[in-house]
Nanobody
Framework: QVQVVESGGGLVQPGGSLRLSCTAS????????TGWYRQAPGKERELVAA???????NYAESVKGRFTISRDNAKNTVYLQMNSLKPEDTAVYYC?????????WGQGTQVTVSS
């Protein structure tokens, strides 16, 4: 089975930055749609950013202008660069890859924005 792994989460102060990474056990990220989702306590999981197989991107309005999703095909990795972080960005961030008509999810990485 395909395993998806996120990394890069941690504790950061408001206004700070973090860079999340997502990779898979098979080379599927390089050629398939990949998205970053997040879920805060008591809230539903929401799409933060996504990149299509062709490289098109879209973002949630709440992060537009602050977050950037990108892909490095050679490394089979998708990144989420998060700048100007706010306390409301605190959540567990999950990576999702669509491959062969199935969704593959990582375990999530915790992002905490606090003073």
């Amino acid at each position: 089975q395909v395993q998806v792994v996120e990394s890069g989460g941690g504790l950061v102060q408001p206004g700070g930055s973090l860079r999340l990474s997502c990779t898979a056990s098979r080379r599927i990220i390089s050629f398939n749609p990949t998205g970053w989702y997040r879920q805060a306590p008591g809230k539903e999981r929401e799409l933060v950013a996504a990149i299509s197989s062709g490289g098109s991107t879209n973002y949630a309005e709440s992060v537009k202008g602050r977050f950037t999703i990108s892909r490095d095909n050679a490394k089979n990795t998708v990144y989420l660069q998060m700048n100007s972080l706010k306390p409301e960005d605190t959540a567990v961030y999950y990576c999702n890859v669509i491959y062969a008509y199935r969704d593959y999810w990582g375990q999530g990485t915790q992002v905490t924005v606090s003073s």
